[in-house]
């Protein structure tokens, strides 16, 4: 797996490389030119720097989706909820807690909760008694966005389950924002 991994990255640098002889406007040798087919630089610099990023992202993903399963046990939010561990809140009232994501995604990423998780460890256990904290959280994204200044350009994203990245399974909304956000996420 390493080495393929690193075979990809090997491969992707070169292409890269090329590109980026390219962009000097020197003559590539034929060998290179005919492998690669280069395209106009620009494109292809761009090419190279999204493929590498994905390579790393999937590896990243398809791990944390293999480790991560819905036991129904405590997590590490429950620590966060109950104050036994630090975390920088920005927003809480009786029913939900939203604290700075420590793995921040984006220069603004708030990671909003129910402070009792009733079942609620991935949105796909929803029943209809959830709908009044499902309403909440999500009234509470937006007052959270506004606190945070990012009200003309957020993103609300809940993972769930492996397929969907969930790594901590105690429904939570990751609210980002304070860039461009891009479609599609990926
Ligand atoms: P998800 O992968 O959708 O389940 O999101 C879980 C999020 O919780 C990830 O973005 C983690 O970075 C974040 N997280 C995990 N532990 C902590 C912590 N102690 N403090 C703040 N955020 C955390």
Known sequence: MAAALTNSFSLLRCSCVIGSLAATKRPLPPLSFSLFRAPPVSIQSKRCTRLISASIDEEASARAAAASV??????????????????????????????RDINPQAPVHVVLIPKLRDGLTQLGKAEPRHSVILGHLLYTAKVVAEKEGILDGFRVVINNGPGGCQSVYHLHLHILGGRQMKWPPG
Do not use: H, M, N, R
Not at 75 to 86: C, L, N, R, S, V
């Open 70 to 99: 819905d036991s129904g046990g405590p997590t590490i939010f429950d620590k966060i909820i109950a104050k036994e561990i630090p975390s920088t809140i920005v927003y809480e009232d009786e029913k939900v807690l939203a604290f």
